[in-house]
């Protein structure tokens, strides 16, 4: 099993963006499921290598 490492770059620009959309566009519900489709597509590249 593959082990996900994400760039402390990378994080902290995932972390900006559900701020933003949270914040300033007033819309946490979306920040939320950008984030996790975000992850769930990571997951799914994971499992093809294997």
């Known amino acids: ?3 996900l ?8 620009d ?8 949270t914040n ?8 939320y499921r950008i984030l996790h489709s975000r992850r769930d597509y990571i997951k799914v590249l994971l499992d093809l290598e294997e």
């Not at 490492?5 to 902290?12: G, S, V």
């Not at 995932?14 to 959309?21: H, Q, R, T, V, W």
């Not at 300033?24 to 920040?31: V, Y």
Request: proline share 7%; net charge neutral.
């Open 24 to 31: 300033e566009l007033d819309n946490p519900t979306s920040a």
């Open 5 to 12: 490492r994400i760039n402390p770059l990378a994080k902290q």
């Open 14 to 21: 995932l972390l900006d963006i559900k701020e933003y959309i």
């Open 1 to 3: 099993m593959h082990k």
